[in-house]
């Protein structure tokens, strides 16, 4: 006699922040999730440095909903942390480097302003840093803190069992959107929610939406006399990693759209560096990924204009660390409770993207 699967609640497609937070946030409820997600495939989150700031320290403003955002996932990881008993978040600031007067006098002016004032430290450090060339000092950024990503996905995917967890690309072509749920590879769920980073182009549900992509290319580098534990921001971030490593980057382009290093992204970043730093060091790697940067800027949530039961999750140009937790909430509420998701992120906002295609 035929058996039949039962109805899970949730299928989520694609394991970066947006799907890592997705089925966070499922768990955390007691949904039933299934996890499809080729782990041979990387995306931006395992490319990413991992920073979680609210401000904008090029033009010294806070980043849309920043302090929101920050507050929340602060929240998220300490539970995170405790749930899964390691440590993935560190608390640790940003020395953002200055090259002259003028600078220093910005940061001072910045320091005073609403909501900034909470993170830039007024009392801006004179000294010219010793393993920096040409600086004036720094000031300090708080109240920030770097995920380890990597570490964070693979320990909790260790803990999904056989039946939460499907190791393939998902195939379109085997989907069935029905009226009460959808039907993949004769699994039936009452929903499937898409967190496909930029390879969501090739999405036949989703590609309407204006998902630009943007590439980043990155360094490890080895710099054992670099005695640096905060994450420094000159005209690029040095991040410290463990034993001697440090991460450099990332370069922006938006006009190739592979996620291959370049030389002349290696060129750009050497150049960066060689201007900032004024120690010995080696490359260890040079990477690259799309980040999924929307034409305005803002994540994407939301469901299919046609089929209710198809949703995505995605539009983390930047800031995935920071904005991913409160998104997934909001995500959530929407899909088990109706509450609108705001303007700002939801997908609705492209409605003519969808019915008038070029
Ligand atoms: C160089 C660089 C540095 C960055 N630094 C930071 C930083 O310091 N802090 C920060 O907050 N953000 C940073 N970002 C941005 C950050 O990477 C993004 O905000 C975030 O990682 C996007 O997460 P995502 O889950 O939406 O997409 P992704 O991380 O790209 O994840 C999507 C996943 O879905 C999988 N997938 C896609 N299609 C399918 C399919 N059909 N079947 C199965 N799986 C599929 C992909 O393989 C991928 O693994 C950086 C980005 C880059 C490129």
């Known amino acids: 006699m035929a058996t039949f699967e039962p109805m899970i609640d949730s299928i989520i497609v694609g394991y970066g922040l947006a799907g890592f937070h997705m089925a966070w946030q499922m768990q955390q409820h007691q949904k039933t999730f299934l996890l499809v997600w080729d782990q041979s495939l990387k995306g931006a989150s395992s490319k990413a440095a991992g920073v979680c700031n609210p401000t ?19 929240t998220r990881y300490t539970n995170i942390e405790a749930q899964l008993n390691s440590p993935f978040f560190d ?5 953002r480097i200055f ?23 007024p009392n801006l450090v004179p000294q010219t840093a010793p393993d920096l060339k040409n600086n004036a000092g720094y000031g300090i950024v708080e109240q920030l803190g770097k995920l380890k990503i990597n570490p964070l996905l693979e320990q909790f995917k260790q803990t999904l069992g ?4 499907l190791n393939q690309v998902f195939d379109y072509s085997q989907l069935t959107p029905a009226k009460n749920g959808v039907s993949y590879k004769g699994i039936q769920a009452k929903r499937v929610i898409f967190c496909e980073g930029y390879a969501s182009k090739a999405n036949p549900w989703f590609n309407y ?20 534990t905060q994450i420094i921001k000159g005209s690029i971030f040095i991040s410290p990693l463990e034993e001697g490593l440090f991460w450099v980057g990332a370069s922006f382009t938006r006009e190739d759209k592979t996620a291959t290093p370049t030389p002349q992204g290696k060129e750009w970043l050497l150049k960066k560096l060689n201007a900032l730093l004024d120690t010995p060091y080696e490359v260890v790697l040079h990477q690259a ?10 994540p994407l949530l939301g469901a299919h204009p046609s089929f209710s039961n198809l949703f995505i999750f995605n539009g983390l140009g930047t800031r995935g660390v920071l904005m991913a937790p409160l998104l997934s909430q909001w995500l959530y509420d929407h899909i088990q409770e109706g509450k609108q998701i705001p303007n700002e992120v939801a997908i609705n906002r492209f409605e003519s993207y969808f019915s008038n295609p070029k």
Do not use: C
């Open 56 to 74: 904008v320290l090029k033009r010294y403003t806070m980043a849309w909903n920043g302090i929101p955002f920050l507050n929340y996932a602060k």
């Open 91 to 95: 608390t640790l600031p940003i020395h």
């Open 99 to 121: 090259t002259n007067e003028r600078e220093q006098n910005d940061w001072i002016v910045a320091s005073q302003r609403e909501g900034l004032s909470a993170f830039l430290n």
């Open 162 to 165: 056989s039946k939460q967890y």
């Open 209 to 228: 939406l204006p998902l630009t992509g943007s590439k980043g290319e990155y360094l490890i580098i080895k710099a054992p006399q670099l005695a640096r």
């Open 289 to 298: 990924a799309i980040r999924p940067t929307v034409i305005d800027r803002r």
